[in-house]
Structure formats: structure tokens, C-alpha cells
């Protein structure tokens, strides 16, 4: 079975880091691009960062740019979000996302169910 | 930064209704639009990329149309499991593939 299981939310304090991690199994990982796409609550859906299938592409959306680093170990099937400096906006529930492609520019054909990170003091 | 908006933003409708969700660019996107089904504290669900193409496993009552700027989603015989909020997304402007603001289809 394709599937795609978040990790690492939680509460933190403002100007606090957090490490999310999404395992992916059921598909050759190493062959596509992952997102992270965020959903504050009772929001709509926000497109955080995207990761091609050999790192060598990666993009930001302007929100979190300079403040979260998207990456990838293809030896474990594994993506992750390293959100430093988390502001209140922040606070959502974060998707991981597999493209339908090797690049960035895919539809996103499976999504995990989600993991919360809650910004407060 | 392209910009995408949908309308209506929320429609109340019957079963059996056909149905039409609009979305549009701030600027040409060719066809590089997809859309998105998502059911309350569930996550999102692929049903249409490349603007008219139909995701494995989806119904057929879903079709999408399109191109350039002006984007249509049409539920062709609402089912009691189609109401959800829906989102249009464009994957054209790398690196920010924004989606919409989402069309909230209810019961009525």
C-alpha cells in the first residue's frame, strides 16, 4: 500500500525549531519529487516547500523562506522540514505530499494525513 | 506571483445536480492546473491534473476543462459523497504551485 506517514509536530514556542519527518513506503521513493503543503485551521491549503527526486531542485514558498529547509534521504525513504524561528502563522497542520513526477512540477497524487505544529507561548 | 481565485466560493446543492466550480490566473498557466476534493479532517485527494485529466480511480462524473487562464471543474450528477471543499492548484509558476481558495459544496 502507498502511503506517506507524518511525524514530529507538536507545541512550541515562538522563535522555537521543530524537524518534521514523513516516511514514504509502497512506491519507489527515489523516483519523485515530495512537497510539504500546511492547512492552518479552518484555512485553505498553503504549498510550503517542494523537493525533486535528487535534491537538486527545491523551492520555498515566501512564508517560510530563509526560515524552513526542505530535504530528502533516499536511502530511507524519508523527507523532511526543518522549521527554525516559527512565528504564530505557522501554526497548521503540515502535509507531506508525493508529486506525480521526478520534478517539481506534478500534480500531487498521495498525501500523508498530517502532522500538527501548534506555535505558542 | 500568480494568483488563483475560485467561484463560487460556496454553492448549496442537491443530489443529482450538475455542478461547476470556476478557477482563475492572475496569468497564463497553459494547462498546468490540477484539483483537489478534501473532506472535512481528512487530507486532499488528486482529481484532476494537467487540467482535464482524470486521477486513476476517480469517478467519471468528475471533468475538468480548460486552459490559459479560465478553469472549470463540473460534478456531473452530484453524489452524497461529493460534498467536500474543493481547491484548484497551479503548477506552472515554479516554485510556487498556490492553490485556490477553495469552493465549499454543501447540501442543501
Known amino acids: 500500500e502507498v502511503q506517506l506517514v507524518e511525524s514530529g509536530g507538536g507545541l512550541v514556542q515562538p522563535g522555537r525549531s521543530l524537524r518534521l519527518s514523513c516516511a514514504a513506503s509502497g512506491f519507489t521513493f527515489d523516483d519523485y519529487a515530495m512537497h510539504w503543503v500546511r492547512q492552518a485551521p479552518g484555512k485553505g491549503l498553503e504549498w510550503v516547500s517542494g523537493i525533486s527526486w535528487n535534491s537538486g531542485s527545491i523551492g520555498y514558498a515566501d512564508s517560510v523562506k530563509g526560515r524552513f529547509t526542505i530535504s530528502r534521504d533516499n536511502a530511507k525513504n524519508s523527507l523532511y522540514l526543518q522549521m527554525n524561528s516559527l512565528r504564530a502563522e505557522d501554526m497548521a497542520l503540515y502535509y507531506c505530499?508525493?508529486?506525480?513526477?521526478?520534478?517539481?512540477?506534478?500534480?500531487?497524487?498521495?498525501w500523508g494525513q498530517g502532522t500538527m505544529v501548534t506555535v505558542s507561548s | 506571483d500568480i494568483q488563483l481565485t475560485q467561484s463560487p466560493s460556496f454553492l448549496s446543492a442537491s443530489v443529482g445536480d450538475r455542478v461547476t466550480i470556476t478557477c482563475r490566473a492572475s496569468?497564463?498557466?497553459?494547462?498546468?492546473l490540477a484539483w483537489y476534493q478534501q473532506k472535512p479532517g481528512k487530507a486532499p485527494k488528486l482529481l484532476i491534473y494537467a487540467a482535464s485529466t482524470l486521477q486513476s480511480g476517480v469517478p467519471s462524473r468528475f471533468s475538468g476543462s480548460g486552459s490559459g487562464t479560465e478553469f472549470t471543474l463540473t460534478i456531473s450528477s452530484l453524489q452524497p459523497e461529493d460534498f467536500a471543499t474543493y481547491y484548484c492548484?497551479?503548477?506552472?509558476?515554479?516554485?510556487?504551485?498556490?492553490f485556490g481558495p477553495g469552493t465549499k459544496v454543501d447540501i442543501k
Open positions: 496569468q497564463g498557466i497553459s494547462s498546468y
Open positions: 505530499a508525493k508529486c506525480q513526477v521526478f520534478e517539481l512540477k506534478g500534480a500531487f497524487d498521495i
Open positions: 492548484q497551479q503548477l506552472n509558476s515554479y516554485p510556487l504551485f498556490t
